[in-house]
């Protein structure tokens, strides 16, 4: 699923223009900075949007999933571990348990069994059962389309009712995870560390129609050259425009080295990746290389 890459990007530019006026934290953050307005960070984030919508064309959700139930599945089960190790793990699970009301029906020993690689399996497979019965006896067993309905279900909060609103329903959403709370902190659009903070600050520098695909654009970055650690600044597309540059590896050749997936040459984290995905897919689980 993809989202217009620029739709409605101006369609906010007249109102924030009210709000020019309106001090937010400098960019710079150095001693006497002027200031950034309110417009010129909205400007400054959209643009950034922008180039990476030309860095990332094939940014996407990085589970495998065919369906929705699926998706919510793979998502719970992401917490502490890697989509990779994830995506090696699911294609057993749903071809012993598809539909919420098998998954709902099965002994928590043989789940817990099939998800003990993504590690702290025995609360994964608590919520995994308890969201099942919960999707067969108060959804019919589908998985409803409102955030207000995700939430009430065992293990999902904001951004996992958020990440399957918006790639198995087309509702636009933010994924505030990790990566993206960092890349945001570090761009400074935001100052905020609660994650429903962040996402409401962020939500409102940008049109509803660019939610979901800005969190792909933003994880992707984030999983790829913006490093926790040791970003790798030297190698970044968008070094220009980022008020941290400096703060990881400056020399290119060295920072090249500190590439990940595609953009380094290594597999990505989906064994089933989009057809558009540049690079290579994952292996499965136990597979030598």
């Known amino acids: 699923m993809t989202a217009p890459r620029n739709s409605a990007v101006g369609e906010q530019e007249s109102a924030d223009s009210t709000e020019a006026s309106k001090p937010h934290k400098s960019v710079k953050g150095s001693k006497g900075a002027r200031p950034e307005s309110r417009l010129a960070l909205v400007r400054r984030a959209r643009r950034i949007n922008r180039e990476l919508a030309e860095v990332y064309p094939y940014a996407h959700p990085e589970l495998d999933f065919e369906n929705s139930f ?61 969201l099942s019965a919960a999707l067969r006896d108060r959804f019919g067993g589908e998985v409803p389309g409102r955030l207000e309905d995700l939430v009430t279900l065992p293990g999902v909060g904001r951004k996992t009712a958020n990440v399957v609103l918006g790639n198995a329903f087309g509702v636009p959403g933010l994924t505030v995870d990790t990566h993206f709370g960092r890349l945001v902190r570090r761009w400074k659009w935001t100052t905020q560390e609660d994650p429903e903070k962040v996402e409401a600050e962020i939500a409102a520098l940008f049109p509803k129609s660019e939610w979901t695909m800005l969190s792909h654009r933003i994880i992707f970055h984030g999983r790829r050259v913006c490093h926790a650690r040791k970003p790798a600044c030297g190698a970044c597309p968008i070094a220009p425009l980022c008020p941290a540059y400096g703060e990881g590896e400056t020399d290119p050749d060295k920072a090249k080295k500190l590439l990940k997936y595609e953009m380094g040459g290594q597999p990505g984290q989906r064994l089933r990746p989009p057809s558009d995905y540049p690079g290579r897919p994952a292996a499965p689980l136990g597979a030598a290389g």
């Open 70 to 130: 699926q998706l919510l599945v793979a998502t719970v089960l992401s917490a502490q571990t890697t989509d990779l190790r994830v995506n090696q793990t699911t294609p057993a699970l749903f071809a012993a348990y598809p539909t919420p009301e098998d998954m709902a029906a099965a002994e928590p020993e043989a789940l817990e069994q099939l998800i003990r690689p993504t590690g702290f399996f025995r609360a994964k497979a608590k919520s995994l059962l308890g």
